[in-house]
């Protein structure tokens, strides 16, 4: 799939949860906050784990479909808060996955899995004491 296809179907998405929410949209959708739909993002997540575990690619399709619904939803709920955007969701997961994968973009040698991981541990800490 191209960029500009896979773009054009996460707009899709993102329009069709929009209107959900909207005044006309759907009772159950405008309903939902962040912390009432916690419920459905654990069944959603639960329910990929188990088609992963069992191995069914249309399953997981669909579930990895249902939870990025969900995901989708939630970052809809914060930006109608004025809390945040999807741009800068996505702007901070790239970050953060730049910032952890040193031995990809920066060039440095890569280690064993058990180095690697304590390499993401050191940065991770470092990313929370920069928080505080």
Known sequence: MSTQAR??????????????????????????????????????????????RNGNHNEIREEIGDLFYILILLIIMHEEEGKFSSDEVLASISAKMIRRHPHVFAGRPTGSDSELRRQWEEIKSAEKKQAR
């Open 7 to 52: 773009q054009e179907q996460y707009d899709q998405l993102y329009t069709i949860i929009r209107k959900l929410r909207g005044e006309e949209g759907c009772p159950w959708d405008r309903r939902q906050t962040p912390e009432t739909i916690t419920k459905y993002l654990l069944e959603e997540t639960n329910e990929l784990a188990e088609a992963i």
